[in-house]
């Protein structure tokens, strides 16, 4: 399997290596909270009981944080299995993914056990190269028209880093509305921005029974290896039906345990709000430094970067590219097979100054030597 | 939710209480392995990375476990994940599932999606107390003659603690062979056996295209908290189909660290396998000298004990003798909904001697006062 190109592991048995700088993946560079070490440390004894099949203490502490009902929580391994369940429930048979985007969501639609049955029909909507990669409202709204079951938006959007505002996707929920489209929205990243949570349109006053969210703890609190993610949604009617095609214990106790310890670490959250604030502005503008390759503003911790024509003439492409970061340590996210993306196209994680620095100069390098 | 009946989450918040003997789940009483503690508290750090999509290393010491090919093993979130996974896979729509026993099966034999599109016939083989819940192979072999998809046996059985041995599940194997009926044997409690891993089916050397297989972690380890179990298959058509259908990353890091840590734990193995060989032994003759009770022989970590009639007939249900355990401190399985029982029967736990005689104790004197 090769899921998002991060598929770290393969490489290491590949190249018989055990360590890399990975800006494949995008990790908060802080790692691990320390509220949560120590908690973990302190409580092994806990995986000696089932989780709470109704995993309520979590779901409060989450529906607080989202000013919504605990019925409007339902929490997964991962935001995978939140997404896997909303396409399970919502059964979609004309789908819109907004694109380029993360591919697990066509994997999602597709998973639906219908889709053996029944002819699903997914269509892409195109964010522009030419647009700096921003969605056009006016245009999305018409293609809206055609009567979606459903419309896919990452927001913010990986690969390419843009953020809508709430206004926005309260104009797109609007249009949905009308169509009685359901909306879907991953928001995995959206804790890197400052006034991210502000923003989301969870807290919009439109009706919301068409809308279905998603988050992640996974990459803000550095902890991919613990599958915590969860989901809101607003349709009471779909609450049995989620029930039902939830299967049991999905997130383990330590996982439990992390997401009602980390959303108390406000220290943890404010270095990150503070490093990545500033990091994503340095990343941005050294990158653009770079003869050769374009790098798309960002909103969160991760940037996307285009080689630019007077390389690609040269023939140097993302593969190559990869191939030598590879040679000296450093793992980038080929982008090419993102949809409307080709192998001019790769993402790279922000991290820490140190290494940062590191990829800036061993891109110089590279593109220099071709130069 | 109610899974299990062990849901003892809701029963503490229904109770404001936060401590039980809980005698519903089946769990070692010797709890998380030392071993496992230490490699946990020593390696937080690996929860910064995603897990490995393939699982590879603790794929390869369950295949070397069991004597097949990494190819042959799923990996899963518990064993509920490869049972759920087996069932999307295969999609049965004429079910036999041997009873009583363990709910999971039937909820993951509709919840695979066709069964809103085709109707599921499933049908239930009786396990007959006047067998002392023996299995009739003669008797089931006759009833296979209805060529179903699919047999469900669990083995050793839940609630009835019966074993089946390899002569008499490669006699079954066989029978389904005639068919081409699936036959899907859960082996969660079979390393509470000592001779358990060596009568596995897995052993066999009959045709195993139809044989699924599933293990747990979760009770010999004492780590249902934890989440992970595992699927042995052997139809490489299969192959590409499970890997589909499978969601990403369900099990994590720690998860996985545990699996690979805990199979070499050869004292933590030992001592268990001592404990329960004289603990079931001991349960099994002290609650049969109870007055009017009678405790079915078990060859694992639970027991399953009928009122007699001596009592009911004075009024005595399963539902009023868990609650006055309760008022105790001491859960016990109601396990009137199993298929085929009824308010007459419970299931216990096996623990340590000590609270084994305390539970002895307080059964005694509950029953002692209606006599």
Known sequence: MDFHG????????????????????NINPYGVPESLRRKITENIGILERYPDPDYVELREK????????????????????SIFLFMKVLKPEK???????????????????????????????????????LLNIRKLKKELKKKYDLLIICNPNNPTGKFLKMAETEEI?????????????????????????????VNSEENKKNLFVTRA?????????????????????????????????????????????????????????????????????????ILGIKAYKTEVNFICVKIKDEQASKGMTVKKLKGKMLERGILIRDASNFKFLDERFFRMAIKDRRSN???????????AERG
Chains 1, 2 share one sequence.
């Open 62 to 81: 989450l529906a607080k944080l989202n000013n919504v009902d605990i019925s409007n929580i339902t929490v997964g391994n991962g935001a995978t299995e």
């Open 357 to 367: 620095d590191r990829i800036i100069r061993v891109l110089k390098e590279i593109l």
């Open 95 to 133: 789908v819109l993914i907004v694109s380029p985007t993360f591919g697990e969501y066509e994997r999602a639609v597709k998973a639906w056990d219908g889709s053996e049955i029944r002819k699903i029909e997914i269509e892409y909507f195109e964010l522009e190269e030419k647009d700096e990669f």
């Open 173 to 201: 929920l609007r249009e949905c509305n009308k169509y009685d489209t359901k909306l879907f929205i991953d928001e995995a990243f959206i804790e890197f921005l400052e006034d991210g949570l502000k923003e989301s349109i």
């Open 217 to 289: 703890f996974t990459k803000f609190f550095a902890i991919p290896g613990l599958r915590l993610g969860y989901g809101i949604y607003f349709d009471k009617n779909l609450e049995k039906k989620i029930a039902e095609k939830k299967e049991p214990w999905s997130v383990n106790n330590i996982a439990e345990m992390a997401g009602i310890t980390v959303l108390d670490d406000v220290e943890y959250i404010e270095k990150t709000l503070k490093w990545i604030t500033k990091e994503k502005k340095y990343m941005y503008e050294k990158l653009n430094e």
């Open 6 to 25: 991060g598929n770290i592991y393969r490489i290491f048995r590949e190249k018989n290596i055990t360590e890399i700088l990975d800006y494949s993946s």
